[in-house]
């Protein structure tokens, strides 16, 4: 990769000619990027041919399908592995048959699993869904969650938050993922299942949540001692008045936000969004977000209705939407900063829209609980839907929700401090830049020198990690799936393994192999088009 | 891997050397004055806390495994072997560990008994020797393999670069644990030494590429040509001129493979690919007892602490090198430090005096 991605020290880009066509200009410039493009997939295609090829040829060595019979009492044993050794061509040398298998992939034909006589393409087809599913999610999550802390931990470098967080990503570093899942699998499940019976929480639970709260947030502030005891106390405060709220009602049976809730942790979120991107005293960015948090409120009525006919389809054209009004509000604020109006109004808008939903899919939670095949039992141990449960949009989209919540929760615990890690010390190293230095000198307030500044340009390298560990969470779920029993990829290879079965095998390899080779060279050009000094030519 | 070079406080005439870097490094330097490169590593190494406590607990554990049940010709001080059954003493084999009558008593069996009697201190600690067995060849042998192909495509590039880099590249795109899977259905298990050898074989690459990038640097520079005109033949040059320069980044990057290595081995253990029964490892033993969770919780909680507590130290140990070999690291030496150094200039200075 080092040959082929060069910085571009000194030669500028040619100046366009005048006498050339914007045309031919424009095709001159993009023909070294498709020349590169074609060099690095013909170049991935050999690696991920010889890799089949080796894997291929592993799996003959390694695996032997007569396995079961050689040790069967079965009267008819000689002829059930003649049968088997017709059937799978052993006789053949495994070379000739993986070209075999080769000639019948580029047919579009992935093979046969020959004890289930299942195609490999439709078991594919079933898995990949639920892959995809428990993977996206999680992956969303733990990047935001990673970089999130990662940033506030290089901001307050060498503090007690900054060596706490350095510790916990050790430790989480350090577990091992099915042990994880199943201390998942008793406590989260189980242990949350029987809590909900009778969902009060004991007073020392809260002294103990209460004060972990006040010092979090305490040394996520900083700032002087004065200050550091006023946020202790006000988030102690908090989380007293929140936990009691909780216990009291019984809000964990029946939960729900309300159009009150909506309203207040709406204008909490719209002052969050603009005091990160344009500050408050922005006043034009301000008013246009309250103006979405508004609208959303006074929306949510007139949307229970909408929702009964909940589908993705629906969400789908609720957030265009959205952006759509965003848009409209922030020129109608106008200002010399409309994008800039319309990105802070977006965002808030898309938060408040994600609390109606979250609103609308906590009104069938009682219901689900109720339900015969949940039997207040509501936190899923194993699979990926309740068999036999039957309901609208909501409910399907809580049922969903329930059952990944324990895997997504094994899967961030694991990604969760790599994202921590890398994203304190790009920030640490981007904080030292000579144009940080010069944003300060400027003037800027330390507000735009960290988001405008720093922030962005820290995510450079973490955007080139990112597509790798998608592809490779795609093959490395196996163990959370296999502890949660959910039939993905993973559990399709282990079975497969256990059955002695080699086609499954090649398949999963062939899907993940394939995605680790796209993501490496998506890594290439996504790095080239976000740091300026990277060009790729051939 | 070099210091930086001295740089005067006072700064050469119109150098534009930042005021406050020259006062670090100038701070910096003093205490390292007149020690090799290795004893400063070292010395940054001991100072850092969290590696050194953590390099103290792993040489305990490994005393504590190697010496309990004995390994090999090591022999143990523990009554009970790892297969040996024994009455369960305590409902349900629970651990007779804990405090009774006002003092803190070990008993018979501290970490509890299954349910047909195995002494578990005896089992998690063979398991324990099992893995730190698979930590240790993985680590070792793997990282041989990384620097090996790494040296040969950085220093020689051209066709061999091309050719090792694109056999790292396959080697990439299978999945480690996919194959690991594969290699120890293959391998059959019993032993952690073939597992720890078939594991190695997949688990070089991330090595290669460092020590390749380390060589490619490295071959540019001048002690390389010298010893070229000097007459040094390549494999010379390689590992007597070069490859002392890349040890740091090896160092920790082994470390580093190490600390996954462990997790990979009971991951594979734990799926069944790995070390299966009759033998024990840590991973095997949570597969085996994770159903006995509800009933027998201490089955489940020992191997997975020891788990735990090996990938934390190796992790630690790989930070404290990771910090202790980063030419850049600066930290300010506290006043005891710069004191210490004043003393050693002043001891030299009279042993220099004292001589003249």
């Not at chain 1, 007139?302 to 020129?331: D, E, H, R």
């Not at chain 1, 300060?440 to 962005?456: D, I």
């Not at chain 1, 163990?479 to 290879?493: D, K, L, N, S, Y």
């Not at chain 2, 380390?214 to 070069?242: N, P, T, W």
Request: aromatic fraction near 10%; charged fraction near 15%; hydrophobic fraction near 50%.
């Amino acid at each position: 990769m080092a040959t082929s991605v060069t910085t571009r020290a000194s030669g500028a880009p040619s100046a366009p000619d005048t006498t050339v066509t914007a045309r031919t200009s424009w095709f001159r410039n993009i023909a070294p990027t498709l020349i590169f493009l074609a060099r690095r997939l013909l170049s991935s295609a050999v690696v991920l041919l010889a890799a089949t090829f080796v894997v291929y040829l592993l799996l003959a060595f390694a695996l032997d399908p007569l396995e079961d019979l050689r040790t069967s009492t079965q009267l008819n044993k000689e002829a059930l592995i003649e049968a088997r050794t017709r059937q799978l061509d052993l006789d053949t040398p495994p070379v000739i048959r993986y070209f075999k298998w080769l000639g019948a992939l580029l047919t579009g034909d992935m093979g046969t699993a020959f004890r289930s006589g299942q195609s490999v393409t439709s078991m594919l087809g079933n898995a990949l869904p639920n892959t995809v599913q428990l993977v996206a999610l999680s992956v969303v999550i733990a990047i935001g969650l990673g970089v999130l802390v990662g940033i506030v931990s290089a901001l307050r470098q060498y503090t007690r938050f900054d060596y706490s967080v350095t510790f916990l990503s050790f430790v989480l570093y350090s577990l091992p993922s099915f042990w994880v899942a199943v201390l998942l699998k008793l406590w989260g499940a189980i242990g949350f299942n029987d809590f909900l019976a009778d969902p009060s929480i004991p007073p020392l639970v809260m002294v103990i949540v209460t004060l972990v709260s006040g010092v979090i947030w305490s040394s996520i502030i900083g700032g002087s001692t004065r200050t550091r005891w006023i946020s202790f106390a006000a988030s102690a405060v908090a989380t007293v008045a929140a936990l009691f709220f909780l216990s009291e009602t019984d809000w964990l049976l029946d939960p729900g936000l309300g159009i009150a809730g909506v309203a207040v942790i709406g204008v909490g979120i719209a002052f969050a969004v603009v005091a990160l991107s344009a500050g408050v005293q922005n006043r034009r960015v301000l008013y246009a977000s309250l103006v979405m948090v508004a609208i959303g409120t006074a929306l949510y009525y007139p949307l229970q209705y909408a929702f009964v006919y909940g589908s993705w389809w629906l969400m789908l054209g609720l957030l265009v939407t959205v952006a759509i009004v965003g848009v409209v509000v922030a020129k109608l604020f106008g200002g010399w900063e409309v994008s800039q109006t319309a990105r802070a109004a977006i965002i808030t808008g898309i938060g408040v829209g994600a609390l109606i939903f979250i609103d609308r899919v906590m009104q069938v939670w009682l219901n689900y609980t109720r339900a015969s095949q949940i039997n207040h039992r509501p936190i899923a141990t194993i699979g990926s839907a309740t068999p036999g449960l039957s309901g609208d949009f909501w409910v399907k989209n809580l049922d969903t929700f329930t059952h990944l919540l324990l895997p997504t929760i094994a899967l961030i615990l694991i990604s969760f401090a790599s994202y921590t890690r890398y994203s304190r010390a790009s920030l640490l190293e981007v904080m030292n830049q000579d144009y940080i230095r010069t944003a300060r000198a400027k003037g800027l307030p330390e507000r735009v020198v960290t988001m405008r500044h720093a922030f962005r340009n820290a995510l450079i390298p973490l955007a080139t990690v990112i597509p790798l560990d998608i592809a490779s969470l795609f093959g490395g779920a196996i163990i959370t799936e296999r502890v949660f029993a959910i039939p993905g990829m993973g559990t399709m290879f282990i079975k497969a393994l256990n059955e002695r079965d080699p086609d499954p095998i090649m398949g999963y390899f062939l899907v993940t192999g394939a995605l680790l080779v796209i993501a490496s060279i998506a890594v290439d050009f996504i790095y080239a088009a976000l740091d300026p000094r990277i060009r790729v030519n051939s | 891997m070099s210091i930086n070079p001295p740089i005067e406080p006072t700064g050469g005439a119109g150098a534009p050397v930042d005021p406050a870097e020259s006062v670090e490094n100038a701070i910096e330097l003093k205490e390292v004055e007149g020690l090799s490169q290795g004893r400063i590593v070292l010395r940054r190494f001991l100072r850092h806390r969290g590696a050194m406590i953590s390099s103290v607990v792993l040489v305990l554990i490994i005393l504590l495994v190697t010496t309990s049940i004995g390994w090999g010709p090591i022999p143990g001080w523990w009554t009970y072997g790892y297969r040996d059954l024994d009455t369960i003493v305590n409902a349900g084999g629970a651990p007779t560990m804990g405090f009774k009558d006002g003092g803190f008593v070990f008993g018979q069996h501290p970490f509890g008994q299954d349910n047909i009697g195995h002494d578990g201190f005896a089992m998690v600690m063979r398991g324990t020797q099992q893995s730190l067995t698979v930590m240790f060849v993985i680590g070792l042998l793997s990282t041989v393999i990384g620097v090996i192909i790494g040296a040969l495509a950085g220093y020689f590039r051209g066709w061999l670069d091309g050719l090792l880099m694109r056999l790292t590249d396959m080697f990439i795109t299978i999945p480690v644990i996919m194959v690991g899977s594969i290699l120890g259905v293959l391998v059959g298990g019993a032993s952690p030494w073939s597992l720890a050898i078939a594991l190695s074989l997949v688990s070089w690459m991330n090595m290669a590429r460092l020590v390749r990038g380390q060589f490619l640097a490295l071959r540019e520079r001048e002690f390389v040509d010298a010893a070229r005109v000097a007459g040094a033949s390549d494999f010379r040059i390689m590992f007597k001129h070069m490859l002392p320069n890349a040890v740091g980044v090896i160092i920790v990057n082994a470390t580093l493979l190490m600390a996954s290595a462990i997790l990979l081995e009971t991951a594979l253990s734990y799926l069944g690919f790995g070390i299966n029964s009759p033998e024990v490892s840590l991973g095997q033993l949570i597969n085996e007892y994770q159903t006995a969770f509800a009933t027998r919780p201490w089955l489940f909680w020992w191997p997975g602490l020891f788990i735990v507590i090996i990938a934390l130290c190796v992790n630690f140990i790989g930070d404290g090198l990771r910090d202790a070999f980063d030419p850049r690291q600066r930290r300010i030496p506290t006043a005891r430090a710069l004191a210490k150094a004043d003393r050693r200039k002043q001891r030299a200075e009279q042993r220099a005096a004292a001589k003249a």
